[in-house]
T-cell receptor, first 113, second 114 residues
Framework: DGGITQSPKYLFRKEGQNVTLSCEQN?????MYWYRQDPGQGLRLIYY???????QKGDIAEGYSVSREKKESFPLTVTSAQKNPTAFYLC????????????FGDGTRLSIL | AQSVTQLDSHVSVSEGTPVLLRCNYS??????LFWYVQHPNKGLQLLLK??????LVKGINGFEAEFKKSETSFHLTKPSAHMSDAAEYFC????????????FGTGTSLTVIP
């Protein structure tokens, strides 16, 4: 069954700690994305990748980092430099092209201890 | 620049009555437009998409949307609301000028009253 898997579903971060959110897809999609969702603000783009070993910053990349070593995987690290990391994080993938819909994972909810 | 405005942050309807969720967009080129639905603590699911074919687009679960270029609108409708339609709905725009980026509206929360 094809889809996107995000893990963990819930994650807690201590002050000064980096945490990594996992995103794996088996849809053979070239493009992958990370979004942050806060109440009343819709989805904001953190990073996106159109091809392996390449990625671009989105609108709110500060305090985050990514890697794209494999087509199937696009992990997001929330660093200690991100001062307000509490949010719902969504990973998506798509076939390359502005007319292609995105497929979303079920998200990871990150909270600060 | 590309942008999306969802005109209502909250919409309440009675079960069995029509649903209208409004979306206006801004795009420099021929846009691609999408509606997604999100249930609590879940990812987004595609309802329908417009990509320069027929202006009236039919989607899943009885939803449809009409692309009106003159009004730069892409409103989502459903003839009869069901309790299971209660969710958050997002309108999204992209075009060939944005590369592979998509621009999301801030969402409309739909409440269905029994």
């Amino acid at each position: 069954d094809g889809g996107i898997t995000q893990s963990p579903k819930y994650l807690f971060r201590k002050e000064g700690q980096n945490v990594t959110l996992s995103c794996e897809q088996n849809l053979n999609h070239d493009a992958m994305y990370w979004y942050r969702q806060d109440p009343g603000q819709g989805l904001r783009l953190i990073y996106y990748s159109q091809i392996v070993n390449d990625f671009q910053k989105g609108d709110i990349a500060e305090g985050y980092s990514v890697s794209r070593e494999k087509k199937e995987s696009f992990p997001l690290t929330v660093t200690s430099a991100q001062k307000n990391p509490t949010a719902f994080y969504l990973c998506a993938s798509s076939i390359y092209g502005s007319d292609q819909p995105q497929h979303f994972g079920d998200g990871t909810r990150l909270s600060i201890l | 620049a590309q942008s999306v405005t969802q005109l209502d942050s909250h919409v309440s309807v009675s079960e069995g009555t029509p649903v209208l969720l409004r979306c206006n967009y801004s795009s420099s080129y021929s846009p691609s437009l999408f509606w997604y639905v999100q249930h609590p603590n879940k990812g987004l699911q595609l309802l329908l998409k417009y990509t320069s074919a027929a202006t009236l687009v039919k989607g899943i679960n009885g939803f449809e949307a009409e692309f009106k270029k003159s009004e730069t609108s892409f409103h989502l409708t459903k003839p009869s609301a069901h309790m299971s339609d209660a969710a958050e709905y997002f309108c999204v725009v992209s075009d060939r000028n944005t590369g592979n980026q998509f621009y999301f509206g801030t969402g409309t929360s739909l409440t269905v009253i029994p």
